[in-house]
């Protein structure tokens, strides 16, 4: 599904942000992604979103080197990930249905399907009948999972999470980890970035650690 | 889960006109939505293109009027003969008679001492002052129209001093001289206008471009999300292109409101001064296919403006 091969990123200016990493993650495979902050956690995602892209080494989507994709075919490759963002990058002036419409519409879903997907994804998300209310209205874990329902909501094959428990207390950590649990048991492949290692060691996953830009243990 | 396995999907596979259009109507919609929220700097923005286009195209409006007007005299190079005053009616129309025969005129035509005081009586507004005069001090004149082929200066000239030499003629005057003079002026008015118009339409590109930036601006965030989730170029620029056009095409509208509302104050006061001049000049309102040119004019300002500045942004994200 996803496979780094000798990727090194380097960004102008600045020092490596990726030296040389090698990593596979099978279709269906839940994994998590630790480091300290500046390891190169989000650089790693980025170049998965094709926000960036490397300056060495194959970064390969389902057997797509992605990073010789025409910008034209960016977006198309974007639809198949869903990304869960720390700070939920949620449009605080729509509706949190508006807000998980918002890839179904781009999509270009009719009015009927688009209705049916996202009170789908808000009920597996727990947050059915605040369709109309706006983000800010909302708690923080509510509003992470605002942006849950909106990445899965497209029913990617992948969800790519960027610190998703960062800002909430160990018992919404939980529960939102269970969230990605219950999207991996159904098939979907799962990469989450976190340094909540006490929570990661529980929850018994693959773990690939990242320090100072490099991939220096991959166990699990 | 085949459909998770499937591969990246081309754009053109996936192209779906219904979804295209749905996508069209949402953004349409959304985009006026956007308006309706902040109808005031909306507003503004549309009236300030609005102004703009309507100074080149009440010019043109006001310039054609003026053409229409100089149209309605007769634009033949004619002549205008005045006699000697010792002259008698019948030498006058022995010499009308011989000018007639002349190769070089096409027309004359003989208007009497005694014809001319009465036409002057009644649209001079001296009637009274003129009752008062023992005697007529008006000429015979001779009206002649040279032949149609007879249409330059220097030609012309030959047969003005030809007539001038004849004794019974006092003096020989070309009468639409300043006629053509005014035509001149106004055509390099109207092409003034066009150079005017050049120039306001960069105005109203720059003006619908800065707005569109602005909103860019405060949209970052929207754009940013919208790229996040797999949105394309174009469904980005989609909204922002909406809102050019409904930049250029109210504007466009308002603008020929504006100028025919001015018409409409210019018409009273100028039919009443063309009524003391016995004309029944009125101004012309501008014409619907004008107006439709004008509006179709803005909108394309509108939407090349914003299609600049966004491609232009969105150019700067993806590099």
Not at chain 1, 22 to 51: N, P, V, W
Not at chain 1, 154 to 169: H, Q
Not at chain 2, 6 to 33: C, D, E, V, W
Request: proline letters at 3%; glycine letters at 6%.
């Amino acid at each position: 599904m996803l496979q780094f091969i000798n990727v090194s990123k380097r960004y102008p200016g600045g020092g490596d942000a990726l030296k040389n990493v090698s990593f596979d993650i099978k279709q269906g495979e839940m994994a998590f992604l630790t480091g300290h902050s500046g390891a190169g956690k989000s650089t790693l995602l980025k170049l998965i979103a094709l926000l960036e892209r490397s300056t060495q080494g194959q970064v390969m989507l389902d057997n797509q080197n992605v990073g010789r994709l025409s910008k034209r075919l960016v977006p198309y490759t974007r639809r198949k990930i869903g990304m869960i963002f720390q700070d939920h990058r949620l449009l605080h002036d729509q509706t949190v249905f508006d807000n998980v419409a918002l890839p179904l519409i781009i999509a270009g879903f009719n009015h009927h399907e688009i209705k049916r997907r996202v009170r789908a994804a808000l009920d597996k998300v727990g947050l059915l009948g605040k369709e109309q209310r706006y983000p800010i209205t909302l708690s923080g874990g509510e509003q992470q999972r605002i942006g849950i329902a909106r990445a899965v909501v497209n029913r990617p094959p992948m969800i790519l999470a960027d610190e998703p428990t960062g800002n909430l207390d160990p018992a919404l950590s939980e529960e939102i980890m269970q969230l990605f649990v219950q999207f991996n048991q159904v098939g979907v492949t799962v990469l989450i970035a976190s340094h909540d290692i006490g929570l990661i060691q529980q929850m018994g996953y693959r773990t690939l650690q990242l320090s100072q830009g490099e991939l220096v243990q991959a166990h699990g | 889960m085949a459909s998770r396995r499937s591969s990246i999907k081309k754009p053109m596979q996936n192209f779906n006109l219904q979804s295209y259009i749905r996508i069209h109507l949402h953004t349409f919609f959304a985009s006026l939505g956007r308006f309706y929220r902040a109808p005031f700097n909306f507003m503004m923005t549309v009236s300030v293109i609005a102004i703009t286009l309507s100074l080149p195209s009440g010019l043109l409006v006001s310039i054609s009027n003026l053409k229409s007007l100089s149209d309605q005299i007769d634009l033949t190079n004619n002549i205008s003969i005045f006699l000697q005053q010792n002259v008698t009616f019948q030498q006058a129309v022995d010499l009308s008679q011989l000018l007639e025969n002349d190769d070089k005129i096409a027309k004359t035509t003989l208007i009497s001492k005694q014809d001319a005081l009465q036409e002057f009586r009644q649209y001079s507004g001296f009637g009274a002052a003129i009752s008062v005069l023992n005697d007529n001090p008006l000429p015979h004149v001779i009206q002649i129209t040279p032949i149609t082929s007879l249409n330059n200066a220097t030609q012309l000239q030959l047969l003005l001093t030809q007539l001038e030499q004849q004794p019974a003629i006092q003096l020989v005057q070309m009468d639409m001289g300043w006629l053509s003079r005014l035509q001149g002026i106004l055509d390099i008015a109207q092409r003034a206008v066009i150079l005017i118009t050049v120039l306001l339409g960069f105005a109203v590109l720059l003006i619908v471009s800065n707005t569109i930036r602005l909103e860019l601006q405060n949209r970052r965030d929207e754009i940013d999300i919208t790229r996040l989730v797999g949105a394309t170029r174009s469904f980005i620029m989609r909204p922002f292109i909406y809102s050019g056009f409904w930049y250029g095409f109210l504007g466009g509208v308002l603008a020929c409101i504006l100028v025919n509302l001015s018409v409409w104050l210019l018409d009273g006061p100028s039919s009443s001064l063309a009524q003391l001049y016995s004309s029944s000049f009125t101004i012309d309102y501008m014409t619907i296919s004008h107006a439709l040119l004008w509006v179709l004019f803005s909108i394309l300002l509108g939407i090349v403006g914003s299609w600049i500045v966004v491609s232009r942004y969105l150019s700067e994200l993806e590099r």
